[in-house]
């Protein structure tokens, strides 16, 4: 099996309230899909999938990305978990199963969820602003053949399969949610969970800022009036690049939170990161 959790994007096809697919949708330089997958990535230790519309075209993506065509168009979320969840079989225990259009989805509220995910349970269930939330939810992998099983008699609804006997719920409220101090510090009012469901929720989202990071050049980067932290807003890496006067190329890297050296100018960031630039030449 599997050594961490996996993640699993549901791309969907055309809203019909949207107009187009909401995973090309742009937010603060990325594509919605793009950020989300991103996101995931920081969160989980396992491969991503995308979940798709049949032959639906999706924006660039990283080539480790795992993409899987839903079996038929237009039978709902069930259907493309049971497709996820199944894609994953012997190389993952648990997945944490999202939409694409979740453009303020923090890595601590992902790692929360997932972590709350014991053996006495199939699904993990977030209650979160009012709702139940199972497109934000981690759910194990052995489930794939529950919920196909579902998909081929006719059911649609996934508030179904959370009353199904073979499928051990565990609901996780907002309290529970925001006993985490790295959650309730991030994300206080759990705006992971809100999602772009109409063009006035997504010019909501395209006006809300970019989250706010704390940024810090390094040694020969740090001359001149660059030193010490600045606090900006950037969602991604090369955001944070441009607002502390950085190109990011080959003569500089970047440190995420103390640990993840990146030079991906896509790499999406969050709400409480911290960004240190310093110089990728000898000496430097």
């Known amino acids: 099996m599997g050594h961490g959790p996996a993640g699993i994007v549901l791309a969907g096809g055309r809203s019909s309230r949207m107009g187009t697919p909401k995973a090309a949708l742009e937010w603060h330089g990325s594509t919605l899909l793009g950020r989300t997958l991103g996101v995931l990535a920081r969160s989980v230790e396992g491969p991503l ?11 660039e993506i990283p080539p480790q990305v795992e993409v899987v065509d839903d079996p038929e168009e237009g039978l709902g979320p069930l259907q493309g978990i049971a497709a996820g969840l199944a894609a994953l079989a012997a190389r993952a225990h648990i997945a944490f199963v999202c939409s694409t259009d979740l453009p303020f989805l923090h890595p601590a509220f992902v790692r929360r969820v997932l972590r709350a995910l014991t053996p006495d349970f199939d699904v993990v269930l977030p209650l979160a602003r009012g709702y139940p939330q199972p497109l934000a939810a981690a759910y194990r992998v052995t ?71 704390t940024v810090q050049r390094y040694g020969a980067l740090a001359s001149g009036d660059h030193h010490g932290p600045r606090t900006v807003r950037a969602a991604t890496l090369s955001g944070a690049a441009a607002a502390v006067s950085l190109a990011l190329d080959r003569h500089v890297i970047a440190a995420l939170n103390g640990d993840q050296i990146s030079r991906d100018g896509g790499l999406p960031l969050a709400s409480g990161d911290t960004i240190a630039f310093i110089s990728a030449d000898a000496g430097g």
């Open 49 to 59: 999938v995308v979940v798709r519309a049949p032959g639906q075209p999706l924006p």
């Open 143 to 213: 489930l794939a053949p529950l919920i196909a099983d579902l998909v081929a008699a006719g059911e649609r609804r996934l508030a179904f399969l959370f009353r199904h006997h073979r499928c051990r719920t565990f609901r996780l409220d907002g309290t529970a949610l925001l006993a985490d101090p790295g959650l309730a510090a991030a994300d206080p009012a759990l705006d992971s969970v809100v999602n772009v469901n109409s063009p006035e929720d997504y010019r909501t989202a395209r006006c809300h800022p970019a989250p706010q990071v």
